[in-house]
């Protein structure tokens, strides 16, 4: 996965530096570029692109097919530059590494918030207050389902991971009771 990060990271940035040239919103960039990232990671899609038979043409009108929304020329742009090179298979990476950017340059961090239950909105902004006040920084939650976990929540913020469920407590006991 290094030789992805390593293909992706100019393209990151090459977009990054566009946009905000442009004047683009970047949020509004962020969402187009995962929306490409989760159609680019379909097997069947990079199976086309790898063919010989199909041309760029095809690939990025089967691609823009797809998006939910028209796409700005932008993204046109970038996406025909990213087939043109053959890194189609780093545009997920690329999304990665562009939504850590702009995520630097806000001062937040992304955030998945695992747990066993759905979790209420009110909830939801209890739970990120005091996560914002834990890592000491704006937080962007998305809410997985896992049921494995039983009760509770476990966060990941980058490396970090603050595990509060009831998974994670009788894992404990079970370690200390056989230790």
Same mark, same amino acid.
């Given at each position: 996965?290094?030789?992805?990060?390593?293909?992706?990271?100019?393209?990151?940035?090459?977009?990054?530096?566009?946009?905000?040239?442009?004047?683009?919103?970047?949020?509004?960039?962020?969402?187009?570029?995962?929306?490409?990232?989760?159609?680019?990671?379909?097997?069947?899609?990079?199976?086309?692109?790898?063919?010989?038979?199909?041309?760029?043409?095809?690939?990025?009108?089967?691609?823009?097919?797809?998006?939910?929304?028209?796409?700005?020329?932008?993204?046109?742009?970038?996406?025909?530059?990213?087939?043109?090179?053959?890194?189609?298979?780093?545009?997920?990476? *690329?999304?990665?590494? +562009?939504?850590?950017?702009?995520?630097? &340059? !806000?001062?937040? #961090? $992304? /955030?998945? *918030?695992?747990?066993? +239950?759905?979790?209420?909105?009110?909830? &939801? !902004?209890?739970? #990120? $207050? /005091?996560?914002?006040?834990?890592?000491?920084?704006?937080?962007?939650?998305?809410?997985?389902?896992?049921?494995?976990?039983?009760?509770?929540?476990?966060?990941?913020?980058?490396?970090?991971?603050?595990?509060?469920?009831?998974?994670?407590?009788?894992e404990q006991m079970?370690?200390?009771?056989?230790?």
């Open positions: 996965m290094a030789e992805l990060a390593t293909i992706a990271r100019p393209y990151a940035e090459a977009l990054f530096k566009a946009s905000s040239a442009s004047g683009a919103d970047l949020n509004g960039t962020v969402a187009w570029v995962e929306e490409l990232a989760a159609i680019a990671a379909d097997p069947q899609l990079r199976q086309l692109a790898d063919s010989p038979k199909v041309t760029v043409e095809q690939v990025l009108g089967v691609i823009t097919g797809v998006a939910r929304s028209a796409l700005p020329d932008a993204a046109r742009n970038f996406l025909r530059v990213i087939i043109e090179n053959g890194r189609l298979d780093a545009l997920p990476e *690329v999304a990665v590494q +562009f939504r850590a950017i702009v995520n630097r &340059l !806000n001062g937040s #961090s $992304d /955030a998945i *918030v695992y747990s066993a +239950f759905p979790v209420e909105d009110a909830a &939801l !902004n209890d739970i #990120s $207050d /005091a996560l914002q006040k834990r890592f000491g920084r704006k937080l962007n939650l998305s809410v997985q389902i896992d049921a494995s976990l039983i009760g509770g929540v476990r966060v990941v913020v980058g490396d970090e991971v603050l595990d509060t469920s009831v998974k994670a407590r009788l079970k370690a200390a009771l056989t230790a």
